[in-house]
């Protein structure tokens, strides 16, 4: 009898142990997806499409064992930061300058590569006697948000050229609208300028005849720094570092094809639904912009921008910007500063080493 009992306790303590083994493993399992963030509308945003639709982040991926899901952001609904405060996204891509405020104020995630330069235009009515942002002081500056990249921007380049923007003495004033009323309030006489992204900004432009009086894609300053980088969060970056580092390859590769091949970029984007519009259109602006990514300078552009940040009061004063720096972009094991992509082979090359082509 006694040895019926504890052969059953044997029995009981094997089952509870690969019981405990599989839900170890349950758990295992559901850190291996990856949720990605993407939106719809935004040119810019070809990389994270071509990513998806293409298959990339799913080879990266698959490769290492785990597996992709998309998430959504939707105009009107839950911001990107919200989505990330409340751990929906794990990775994602954008306009890192908007997030600025938000990484000191805790917003948990950390940038890992630069994918792109230059989406954002400014322009000015036909008629204005602004001709250039040195003409901007006393002016209302219309923009997508108040804390859009657009403002961080434009305030940096308004200090380069000696108008006020910090709290104790501000000369301009900006004024948020959704980015579809932006053209409209410049063209009405609501503002005086409008900061925008494309295909927003293009289209606006020539459908008002408005006048660019900055363009981050070749203004000198701006010309040689990543406004769209990649993202991972701070929970992704301590449980599953592999695969921040998947993600930030596929991304990186993603933007090599986009620069090589900025016509398929928009033809994929337009028969997915992804971004409305003419294909002919789309391809030039993808065209016009510089999609070869470099994680090296893309952290120098997010050091610039936050050092200049501080000075004009953007980001606290008691906030320990080096610290911030290196806590903010960081380098991953696995991945290279950046792809190359040859068309005619249809195959990708590391870039190691710092780009050549243009200097911070």
Do not use: W
């Amino acid at each position: 009898m006694k040895k019926s009992v504890f052969s059953a306790g044997i029995a009981l303590m094997a089952l509870s142990a690969i019981l405990t083994g599989c839900n170890k493993k349950a758990a295992s399992d559901a850190q291996k997806v990856v949720r990605i963030n993407f939106q719809t509308g935004t040119l810019c945003a070809a990389p994270v499409h071509v990513a998806m639709k293409m298959g990339l982040f799913d080879e990266e991926l698959n490769a290492i064992g785990q597996k992709a899901e998309y998430v959504q952001v939707v105009e009107g609904g839950a911001t990107l930061a919200e989505m990330i405060g409340s751990g929906k996204v794990d990775a994602g891509y954008g306009l890192y300058a908007t997030q600025l405020q938000a990484m000191e104020n805790g917003l948990p995630i950390t940038y890992t590569s630069g994918i792109h330069v230059g989406c954002t235009k400014y322009y000015v009515r036909a008629d204005s006697p602004i001709k250039t942002v040195a003409d901007l002081r006393g002016a209302k500056i219309g923009v997508p948000g108040l804390a859009d990249s657009s403002v961080m921007n434009l305030k940096r380049k308004l200090m380069d050229v000696g108008i006020g923007v910090t709290a104790e003495k501000n000369e301009v004033e900006f004024l948020a609208y959704a980015s579809a009323d932006l053209a409209i309030a410049l063209n009405n006489g609501a503002v005086d300028v409008i900061g925008a992204h494309d295909p927003v900004a293009t289209k606006g432009e020539r459908a008002y005849n408005f006048r660019k009086i900055l363009d981050t894609g070749t203004d000198e300053k701006f010309r040689v720094e990543y406004c769209c980088q990649q993202f991972v969060t701070h929970k992704l970056l301590k449980e599953n570092p592999e695969g921040a580092a998947a993600v930030t390859r596929a991304l990186q590769k993603a933007s090599a094809f986009v620069e090589a091949e900025p016509r398929l970029a928009a033809q994929l984007q337009i028969e997915n639904n992804l971004v409305a519009g003419d294909l002919d259109f789309n391809a030039e602006l993808l065209d016009e912009l510089n999609f070869i990514p470099s994680r090296s300078l893309g952290k120098k552009t997010f050091a610039k921008a936050a050092r200049q940040l501080q000075e004009a009061g953007i980001l606290k004063a008691s906030t320990d910007i080096e610290k911030f720096i290196a806590q903010g972009y960081i380098e991953l094991f696995g991945v290279p500063d950046g792809y190359s992509y040859d068309k005619a082979t249809k195959t990708y090359k590391e870039i190691n080493g710092e780009r050549t082509d243009f200097a911070l």
